[in-house]
């Protein structure tokens, strides 16, 4: 049974940073894609930011690109987002999610990824 569990959110200033930390365990994640995805109250789910666990390609919204690093730690089962230069925009619950399938082809839709954690808070106070 995939478990995907994040943590790292919380209040910050605009302009300022968190790290968002998502530890996977059940399986053996070598082709999965990893995928972090947010929602804000009254809106859609969007994509954020994906990384190929195996090779560690990286892939980014516009929204983020330049600011949000994705990186994963292979000993320790564990994906990250690195949040810099943040805004009362990057406000949402911020969640993890895994594509079994993504080796294939890495996507940007929820409906793609099969795994999810349970969300982490991120507030920007401007």
């Known amino acids: 049974q995939v478990q995907l569990v994040e943590s790292g959110g919380g209040l910050v200033q605009a302009g300022g940073s968190l790290r968002l930390s998502c530890a996977a365990s059940?399986?053996?994640?070598?082709?999965?894609?990893m995928g972090w995805f947010r929602q804000a109250p009254g809106k859609e789910r969007e994509f954020v930011a994906a990384?190929?666990?195996?090779?560690?390609?990286?892939y980014y919204a516009d929204s983020v690109r330049g600011r949000f690093t994705i990186s994963r730690d292979n000993a320790k089962n564990t994906v990250y987002l690195q949040m810099n230069s943040l805004k009362p925009e990057d406000t949402a619950v911020y969640y993890c999610?895994?594509?079994?399938?993504?080796?294939?082809?890495?996507?940007?839709?929820?409906?793609?990824?099969?795994?999810w954690g349970q969300g982490t808070q991120v507030t920007v106070a401007s």
């Open positions: 999610a895994a594509d079994p399938r993504g080796f294939i082809v890495v996507r940007t839709t929820s409906p793609a990824y099969d795994y």
């Open positions: 990384i190929r666990w195996s090779g560690g390609s990286t």
């Open positions: 059940g399986r053996t994640f070598g082709s999965y894609v």
